[in-house]
């Protein structure tokens, strides 16, 4: 299951990005005094208490501007409420309240979501600082100073307390997520799948406005299919139904176990196929290439090596794709299509035992050794896989500072040779022997 989402919003200037980096641990937002600096949404994982989460940072809401990049930073703001499971709403405890806070208060009541309301800028906590915030109607006020990361804890402690219980491990199914442009033929093939009309499937672009699941069994084994609108350019988003249909697909993409990329073979891959898929990789989620409408392909006997090959030009930033050539209109090949979706998921949650993976970097590295900086050698000590999902790889050094990127890539590579992770990415981190966290 997905980790909890957790919104932080406000008007602008509150303070929400220099919380969102001090619980994130390192400087994701750009902080400034100035308002209107955070646009898009920026997520982070964090833990708090043996409980994992997803933060979403948000532009500062104006609800009264009229301003195009005012109205934008509300629609990402608007996006990351809907989607999460808590809100942490922030004021300012210096400048007091504005009508801007009353407001976002207002809307956000009408979300019905749990809403933790931080008043920030609080240095020294006194009782009638914060007193006018319970006029806001959202419950008891917690002072902070996020700067200086007082009154942190006691928020956290308030925001997990509304994660859902005993939900871990109940669903069991594999989450799938299928995204790409608009007409390529996601809902045709999610119908083919399933085997019902549940989507409406025509011959104009962006009939699907959101993202749905639904839930079926194929061959024994439990799947839940998230049908998503088509993802344009941010130029031809042209209304609001477009844009938040788009904002609810990349929130499918980070849900998802897997994701199917469904491409129209006779368009080919376009640029905005490869940014989706780059989103997919960016995220961590393995994922299986479909190029659909096979069947009006012109063929002879090498046309899917001129593909794949055009597929490894396009997609050289993730050499270990995994594609599949269907028609989701006749059918050919989508059921095929699922056993290679559990094949990538299986990739992405297998673990390499430690003493296999350590016989084979330490042999690698004695064989190949790093080149030199400044008289400087990169040492590998030690290797540990420490998660999956993607597969993340930890390597014990004597410096962080000398593993080069195309020696980072080697290793990267002797790994994918010598263990199946096709379809899936994975990372490989540096520790420094003998540092802390």
Known sequence: MANPLVAIVGRPNVGKSTFFNKVAGRKISITED????????????????????????????EMRSDDLMWREIKKQAEVAIDTAQVILFFVDGKAGLTTSDYDVADMLRRSQKPVVLVVNKIDEFSEDKIFEFYSLGLGEPYPVSAEHGKGVGDVLDEVVSWFPRGETGEDDSVKIAVVGKPNAGKSSLVNKLLGFERSIVTDMAGTTRDAIDTAFEYGGKKYTIIDTAGIRKKSKVEDDVEYYSVMRAFDAVRRADVCVLVVDSLEGLTEQDAKII????????????????????????????????????????????????????????????????????????????????????????RANEPPSYNGRRLKVYYASQVSVAPPVFVLFVNSSDLMHFSYERFLENTIRKNFDFSGTPIKILTREKGKND
């Open 278 to 365: 780059g989103y997919v990789h960016e995220q961590g989620k393995p994922s299986v290439i479909a190029m659909n409408k096979w069947d009006l392909v012109e063929k002879d006997a090498d046309t899917i090596k001129t593909f794949e090959k055009k597929l490894a030009e396009d997609l050289k930033f993730m050499d270990y794709f995994k594609s599949i050539y269907i028609s989701a209109k006749t059918g050919q090949r989508t059921e095929k299509l699922l056993s290679i979706v559990d094949e990538v998921y299986a990739h992405a949650r297998f673990r390499i035992p430690t003493g296999t993976l350590n016989d084979l970097i330490l042999d690698v590295v």
């Open 34 to 61: 100035k308002p209107g600096v955070t646009r898009d949404r920026l997520y982070a994982d964090a833990e708090w208490r043996g409980k994992p989460f997803t933060m979403v940072d948000t532009g500062g809401i």
